[in-house]
């Protein structure tokens, strides 16, 4: 096996509030294996610790590869976090709070680890391999439980020195608006997550608005997932339709205030509600943010959807690793 560990792998992975996702990568980036596991949320950092690691050892054994052929690992981490010290500060969906995930995976794989935002992962993926190739400046917007940014400028994560950043989903928009799960009230996440439209899409099927959707998920915010709101919409629940075509319309609004501000060639929505609902996204976020956007500003900058969907995080955590590591 001279050949295969001469050559140099790559572990990308995506902490989602479900979900956990290992995947391996060639020095090509082609994917050489995976492994996922639930993220069991409730049962605290230690324990995800664990599972992460577990899903590591996961997907190496599925590869038959062994520790000393990683030549780093990417992790993408949802909410705000210290990049530069590999520090969790806090994932509100997750409950976690400063906790040091760089130094025990190193300890146990024995390879450089980067701990970044899981929407600045996600768009440097998009950057490297998919929707932003070629762009000066890329900015992610990735709506599911809440709603995740980020930004690549000129090939680097837009960071602050010991902070992630790019936390669209607390863009205050509605002042004295409902309560936001940072604490704050009137956040775009507040009225535009997966969270607050499967609220208001309880509330319809709770006054026989959307037959469909009660057939399907009832009024439990836990099976009112992207899939089922789609499957409503597509079975006729207008209610519903316009419930998260509002929500689109709020991410506009938000999008608009970026545009402003970046003047960013692409926005690529991507994540659970986008990838179910693409078509209203793009129509929605794309009107919206083209009638408010400042005049000089219209029509200098695409909204797309993510190309690489599932994979963005795993795949461009994976490839910051590299890029951290082989100072690309
Ligand atoms: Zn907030």
């Known amino acids: 096996m001279p050949e295969k560990k001469r050559k140099k792998y790559w572990v990308g992975f ?3 509030g479900t979900k956990m996702l290992a995947n391996i990568f060639d020095s090509d980036f082609k994917l050489a294996g995976r ?21 590591i050892e996961g997907a190496l054994a599925q590869t038959g590869l062994q520790k000393d052929q990683l030549a780093g690992i990417g992790l993408g981490i949802p909410g705000p976090l210290d990049p530069s010290r590999g520090l969790v500060i806090h994932t509100p969906n997750l409950g976690w709070r400063n906790f040091q995930l760089r130094k025990p995976l190193e300890d146990a794989f024995r390879c450089p680890v980067f701990v970044i935002n899981d929407v600045d992962a996600g768009i ?15 900015v992610g917007v990735f709506p599911g439980t809440g709603i995740g940014g980020g930004c690549v400028y000129e090939g680097r ?6 902070r992630s950043c790019f936390e669209i989903g607390h863009i205050q928009i509605i002042p004295d608006g409902p309560l936001c799960g940072c604490g704050q009230r009137g956040c775009l996440e507040a009225v ?3 969270l607050a439209i499967s609220a208001s899409a309880a509330s319809a099927v709770y006054r026989g608005e959307a037959p469909n959707l009660q057939a399907q998920a009832g009024t439990d915010l836990s099976n009112i997932r992207s899939g089922a709101l789609a499957d409503a919409i597509k079975a006729g629940d207008a209610v519903v339709e316009e419930i998260v075509r509002n929500g689109a319309r709020w991410l506009g609004v938000g999008v ?21 609902m693409p078509a209203i996204y793009v129509e929605e976020v794309t009107r919206v943010a083209q009638a408010r956007v400042m005049a ?33």
């Open 256 to 276: 608009v205030t970026l545009v402003n501000l970046l003047a960013p060639d692409v926005v690529v929505l991507g994540g659970g509600l986008v990838e179910a």
């Open 192 to 194: 535009a997550s997966r």
């Open 35 to 55: 492994a996922r596991k639930k993220t069991q949320s409730k049962n605290g950092a230690q324990s995800g610790l664990d599972r992460i690691a577990e899903t």
């Open 157 to 162: 994560i837009l960071t602050g020195r010991n």
């Open 124 to 138: 440097y993926g998009e950057f490297r391999f998919g929707a932003a190739q070629g762009t000066r400046c890329a």
């Open 14 to 16: 995506d902490l989602g």
């Open 296 to 328: 000089p500003f219209k029509d200098v900058f695409k909204i797309v959807v993510s190309q690489l969907g599932d994979d963005a995080v795993a795949k461009g955590a994976a490839a910051w690793a590299e890029a951290c590591v082989d100072g690309k």
